[in-house]
């Protein structure tokens, strides 16, 4: 019989891969990056607890998201929809906010467009099982094992799909023409020199005509959203940013005069700026646990 340890380290090696992955689909499913990595932890120790009687009955792969999936549908179970901050109110719990993804521009390629904050705040909307079931059939593309992933029939995961994609259609907004990676980077950095040095005429530049700016609770339109990203300008100095990426759209970790304010994402259009969404910091309240903003995070800049 293996030693505890030789099966610690054959679950590790057959495991390990799919860490990054399982994130983000527990991300998609619950909003929430703190809690997709808890239950990804979670999900790794009850698959290590049960790895000697696994005995490779499936892939390793699709074992975990059977587990990854449960938990996820029990967790939401035991709470509601999680929301962009600019459809809550000023008084929402933190915990009902959706949350930034923090993600790596080298890796990311493969889950960009499913990724996107547009598209993971649409599938909040969703029923729990009609997301779990829309992410197999159409982000993950698992169209024979998520009858069995669920425990259901054929028929009913099919049924489920269509009201699904038909609630989708309804509320996911129309997608925009992005960039290639090194013009959307050179126009973050226009965005962060604009607000670094209160530059209005920059930032009336960078924005599109039908720009929408997303804040905690508001959201605005065109002149309006241009007014509002203006009259946050303050004086030059007031603003450090940071450029990260977040959901695989260019974002910057803001400072005001030296505090930490939050996460703002940029939607690219062309060469203009589609969508502002700003994570003010209750929104970002934990984002010292974000390993790759950690350092970034907690040391700003001085002017």
């Known amino acids: 019989m293996p030693t505890t340890d030789a099966l610690t380290d054959a679950f590790t ?17 619950l909003g929430s990056v703190h809690d997709a990595e808890d239950l990804v932890q979670e999900t790794y120790l009850r698959a290590w607890r049960g790895y000697e009687e696994f005995a490779g009955r499936s ?11 449960n938990a996820c549908l029990t967790a939401l179970r035991q709470r509601g929809r999680r929301a962009l901050p600019a459809d809550l109110s000023a008084g929402a719990s933190v915990v009902d906010w959706l949350q930034p993804l923090p993600t790596d521009p080298a ?12 598209l993971v705040a649409s599938l909040q909307l969703l029923p729990p099982r009609q997301r779990a079931v829309l992410l197999r059939r159409d982000v993950l593309a ?28 309804q509320v996911t907004p129309d997608a925009v023409t992005e960039p290639p990676s090194r013009e959307a980077r050179e126009l973050l950095g226009r965005y962060i020199a604009a607000f670094e040095h209160s530059d209005a005429a920059l930032l ?16 605005t339109h065109g002149e309006d959203a241009l007014r509002g990203a ?24 803001v400072y005001l005069r030296g505090t ?8 690219p259009a062309g060469e203009r700026i589609a969508r502002i969404t700003v994570f003010a910091d209750r929104a970002c309240s934990r984002c010292s646990a974000y390993p790759r903003w950690r350092e970034r995070w907690s040391t700003p800049r001085t002017p």
């Not at 892939?59 to 999936?69: D, E, G, K, V």
């Not at 890796?107 to 904050?117: F, G, I, P, Y």
């Not at 009336?204 to 959201?219: I, K």
């Not at 930490?260 to 939607?267: E, F, K, P, Q």
């Open 142 to 169: 698992w169209p024979a094992e998520v009858a069995d992933l669920l425990d259901t029939s054929v028929a009913a995961v099919k049924s489920t799909l269509q009201r699904a994609r038909a609630r989708l259609a």
């Open 260 to 267: 930490a304010y939050g996460i703002v994402v940029l939607t």
């Open 204 to 219: 009336s530049r960078l924005l599109h005509r039908d720009a929408t700016l997303e804040m905690p609770a508001s959201r």
């Open 59 to 69: 892939s390793m792969r699709t074992w975990l998201y059977r587990i990854a999936t």
């Open 13 to 29: 090696r057959a495991a390990e891969p799919f860490r990054r992955e399982l994130v983000a689909h527990c991300y998609r499913m």
């Open 107 to 118: 890796t990311v390629a493969e889950d960009r467009e499913s990724l996107r904050l547009a």
């Open 230 to 253: 203006v009259a946050g300008l303050g004086s030059p100095g007031d603003w450090r940013m940071l450029p990260v990426t977040a959901n695989a759209q260019p974002a910057a970790a």
